[in-house]
């Protein structure tokens, strides 16, 4: 049932008690009748929205008042907020809260089992919801800063003004509860809010937040929706704004898109509105706290023991490689392994858009990406980055992705001295790799003629590694291509490896690659003898 509190502007006043969805109007059907020539016959409907109370306009004349301001629709409406509709200001609270308990184990109309981790959060979201709003408000009258506190000033300024609220107006909750309640709302304000157990559990692999109230997580592969939630999409915003703004960079009406990183250096990109239409959308892509190595992915059965070796003389080899492969496939996760297996006595530049390579080596230089300030300046592109790195005596670089005109600046280094270098890029296969390669290239808006630019790609790199994230959530190495040249204006790619279905794991395809004979040279008996034998096993050296 939903409490009703109507003041007129003769000071009269009157309690109502009624069942939600509610219609607000003069007409004697309304549930919330107000009997005044400036209210419309339907003037407005009270209605439920997931776990909170929504107010909109129902197309009146006149209109109605949300805490001063005139709008078409309110969401969350809360027990404090006052509604304005002709000569009444009516306040709206639940008598009996829904119950957050009663959504545990059960399946959403979509048919999505919701996680059974079972909440501790007890209180109502409607007092919740209160104590989030007033706390916000008290924050800002005492004009704290709350971007630059840190993070335990913000937590301990917090719980002072709640424990003052609830002081005032207990809210019927018992001293168990209050203290629920002011954990529950300081999660909200400070850190990562309800998100900070997810971030510290090591099973999650990704945080996906759609709203305020719907929330997902990765684990072992598999996706599921969690019980808990922020109160509001105010809390969103707040989580995102103490993200991104301590790197500098900005989310608001004119910028709603940004990626950026955690303290973890975890990936983060979030979406707010208008882009996003159900409020601010969060995702946290985290990586493992333990930097993994090869034997971690022959282990986790990413790769044959075989296929890591090869990879890894490929690298000491200063091969170019280009790693494919489509979102959460673990394209970052090889990169950053292979880029460890550079020799410690060469210098490694690492450019990114959001800074999240963790490669194990001790002379490496990390740049960062810079996205335009307020004023429309400032900003500093992976390509200025990549043009910039010539300057600084690489002997590799690596770029995190290759997402646009950056590729042909990138194709020029490795074309220039620079063998080696490694990068990233979404695609389907190795034979699409190339050909997203080229429509990067011809972004950049040179006009270079499409031949040109094949020359140049086969010129640049040797090996295509296909990263795919299999049906079962298992991340592997499913192809190796090695690029052997230019004919009749087609790159040509010959299969050195691939995933074979029966025995689950990569093997060695008809012909050796052709850069073995390069090998000998510099490559130590042992280390090209494990090679050759894998090959030959497969009888690619007959």
Same mark, same amino acid.
């Given at each position: ?18 069942? %939600? ?39 009146? *004349? ?8 005139? &709008? ?29 308990? @009663? ?12 996680? $059974? ?57 018992? %001293? =168990? ?12 304000? =400070? ?10 559990? !090591?099973?999650? #692999? ?74 601010? &959308? *969060? ?16 282990? $986790?059965? #990413? ?11 490929? %690298?000491? @080899? ?16 090889? $990169?950053?392994?292979?880029?460890? @297996?550079? !020799? ?45 790195? *010539? ?10 992705? &290759? ?10 280094? /490795? ?27 011809? /972004? ?5 003629? *499409?031949?040109?630019?094949?020359? @140049? ?48 794991? &990569? ?13 000998? /040279?510099? %490559? ?19």
């Amino acid at each position: 049932m939903l409490s009703v509190d109507i003041r007129y502007e003769d000071g009269r006043e009157q309690a109502l008690e009624v069942a %939600v969805p509610a219609v607000i109007g003069k007409d004697a059907e309304c549930e919330i009748r107000l009997a005044h020539w400036r209210v419309g016959r339907t003037q407005a409907r009270v209605s439920r929205l997931g776990e909170f109370l929504q107010i909109e306009d129902l197309g009146s *004349l006149l209109g109605m008042r949300v805490n001063g301001l005139r &709008c078409a629709q309110h969401f969350p409406l809360l027990a404090t907020d006052d509604v304005t509709i002709g000569p009444c200001r009516l306040r709206f609270r639940w008598v009996q809260p829904i119950r957050q308990e @009663q959504a545990f184990g059960s399946m959403q109309s979509d048919g999505t089992k919701i996680d $059974l981790q079972q909440s501790t959060d007890t209180v109502a979201p409607e007092i919740r919801s209160e104590l989030h709003a007033e706390l916000i408000a008290l924050l800002d009258v005492r004009k704290l800063d709350l971007n630059n506190l840190p993070e335990q000033v913000l937590k301990s300024k917090a719980q002072e003004i709640l424990r003052e609220i609830l002081a005032r107006d207990s809210r019927g909750l018992s %001293v =168990a509860q209050q203290e629920q309640a002011i954990d529950a709302v300081v999660s909200d304000v =400070a850190g990562l809010g309800v998100l900070q157990p997810l971030i510290e559990d !090591p099973s999650v #692999s990704e945080i996906m937040v759609n709203r305020h109230d719907q929330i997902y997580v990765e684990r072992e592969g598999g996706l599921k929706r969690h019980s808990v939630h922020f109160v509001n999409d105010a809390a969103v915003r707040t989580v995102i704004e103490r993200i991104v703004y301590p790197l500098g960079r900005r989310i608001d009406d004119a910028s709603p898109m940004v990626d950026a990183r955690l303290a973890d250096g975890s990936r983060v990109n979030a979406v707010i509105s208008p882009i996003a239409l159900h409020g601010a &959308c *969060l995702t946290i892509r985290k990586f493992p706290t333990k930097r993994l190595e090869l034997a971690d992915l022959v282990r $986790l059965g #990413s790769m044959t023991q075989e296929l890591g070796h090869f990879l890894s003389v490929s %690298v000491q @080899q200063r091969l170019n490689i280009l790693i494919s492969g489509g979102t959460g496939s673990g394209k970052t996760t090889l $990169l950053n392994i292979l880029g460890s @297996q550079i !020799p410690h006595h060469q210098r490694v530049i690492t450019i990114e858009d959001a800074a999240e390579l963790q490669i194990g080596h001790p002379h490496v230089v990390s740049l960062e990406s810079r996205p335009r300030n307020v004023e429309g300046n400032g900003e500093v592109t992976i390509r200025d980055l990549v043009r910039n790195a *010539l300057r600084m005596r690489p002997d590799r670089i690596v770029v995190g992705e &290759c997402r646009g005109a950056e590729a042909i600046d990138m194709l020029a280094a /490795m074309n220039t001295g620079h063998d080696g270098s490694l990068t990233t890029l979404h695609a389907n296969s190795p034979r699409d790799a190339l050909s997203r390669l080229e429509t990067m290239v011809l /972004m950049a808006g040179k006009e270079l003629p *499409l031949l040109a630019i094949r020359d @140049q790609i086969a010129r640049a790199i040797q090996l295509v590694v296909q990263q795919t994230r299999l049906p079962d959530g298992r991340r592997m190495v499913t192809a190796v291509d090695e690029i052997t040249g230019l004919e009749s204006g087609q790159i040509q790619l010959q299969p050195l490896v691939r995933l074979d279905q029966v025995q689950g794991c &990569c093997l060695p395809q008809g012909l050796p690659p052709t850069f073995l004979q390069s090998w000998r /040279m510099s %490559v130590t008996s042992g280390e090209l003898c494990k090679v050759e034998q894998w090959f030959a096993r497969s009888g690619a050296l007959n």
